[in-house]
C-alpha cells in the first residue's frame, strides 16, 4: 500500500524568503509519480510540480522546486521568494496507475 | 488551457433531495475524476472514468450515482443523501489513464446537505 506523510501541520514563513515544505511516501512500486498541489481557501486545486520516479533531475517550475531524494523517499517542496499569495494548504501526491494519494497537507502562512 | 469547470459552486439540499453536479474540460482529456474532500482533510478519490467508461469505484454508496455523457462531461448525480455528505467535490481530468499523467481540478462543488 502507498503513504504519503507531511509532518509540517502549519508553517510561517517572511515574505521573500525561500521556505521548504516536507513529503515523504513509502511504496513497494519502483514505478510512481510525485505531484504538488496547492489548495487556496476557494478550494480548487492547483497543479505545481511534478516528478517521476525515473527522473534523473529534480524537478523544477518557475519558483517551486521539488527536492527528490529516492533512497530517503523524500520529495521536499521548495518554494523560492515567497509571495503573500503563497498563503494556502499545499498537498503532496504520490500517483500508482489512475489513482492519486494525498499527503495530510501543510498550511503555508507568508507573512508581511 | 488547463481549465476544468464545475457547477454549482454551492449546492444545499436536503436528504430527500436528487441533485447532480456537473463537470466539463474542453482540453481533449480522456480521463475523469470525483474526489470528496472533507474540511481540514486531503481529498479522497471517488470514481474514475476512462475513455468514457467507469474504470475505479472506491466503494462509493449508492446513493452517488456518477455518468460520463461524452468525453467531456462528466455528472454526479445525488439522491437520499446524508449529512455527512456535507463535502467539498472535486472534478479532475487528466490526458489519458496513467500513473505519469498530471490532473487538473476543476474550482469544486460546497455541498451542505440538511
Known amino acids: 500500500a502507498q503513504k504519503i506523510t507531511q509532518t509540517q501541520p502549519g508553517m510561517f514563513v517572511q515574505e521573500k524568503e525561500a521556505v521548504t515544505l516536507d513529503c515523504t511516501y513509502d511504496?513497494?512500486?519502483?514505478?510512481?509519480?510525485l505531484f504538488w498541489y496547492k489548495q487556496p481557501s476557494s478550494g480548487e486545486m492547483i497543479f505545481l510540480i511534478y516528478?517521476?520516479?525515473?527522473?534523473?533531475q529534480n524537478a523544477t517550475e518557475g519558483r517551486y522546486s521539488l527536492n527528490f531524494q529516492k533512497a530517503r523517499k523524500s520529495a521536499n517542496l521548495v518554494i523560492s521568494a515567497s509571495q503573500l499569495g503563497d498563503s494556502a494548504m499545499y498537498f503532496c501526491?504520490?500517483?500508482?496507475?489512475?489513482?492519486?494519494?494525498f499527503g495530510g497537507g501543510t498550511r503555508l502562512m507568508v507573512k508581511p | 488551457d488547463t481549465e476544468v469547470t464545475q457547477t454549482p459552486k454551492h449546492l444545499v439540499m436536503g436528504m430527500t433531495n436528487k441533485k447532480s453536479l456537473k463537470c466539463e474540460q474542453h482540453?481533449?482529456?480522456?480521463?475523469m475524476y470525483w474526489y470528496k474532500q472533507k474540511a481540514k482533510k486531503p481529498p479522497e478519490l471517488m470514481f474514475v472514468?476512462?475513455?468514457?467508461?467507469?474504470?475505479i469505484n472506491e466503494s462509493v454508496p449508492s446513493r452517488f450515482s456518477p455518468e460520463c455523457p461524452n468525453s467531456s462531461l462528466l455528472n454526479l448525480h445525488l439522491h437520499a443523501l446524508q449529512p455527512e455528505d456535507s463535502a467539498l467535490y472535486l472534478c479532475?481530468?487528466?490526458?489519458?489513464?496513467?500513473?505519469?499523467?498530471?490532473?487538473?481540478f476543476g474550482p469544486g462543488t460546497r455541498l451542505l446537505v440538511l
Open positions: 482540453m481533449g482529456h480522456r480521463a
Open positions: 501526491a504520490m500517483s500508482r496507475g489512475n489513482m492519486l494519494t
Open positions: 516528478q517521476g520516479s525515473y527522473d534523473q
Open positions: 472514468y476512462s475513455y468514457e467508461k467507469l474504470s
Open positions: 479532475a481530468s487528466s490526458q489519458a489513464p496513467g500513473q505519469q499523467e498530471t490532473q487538473y
Open positions: 511504496t513497494s512500486d519502483p514505478s510512481y509519480g
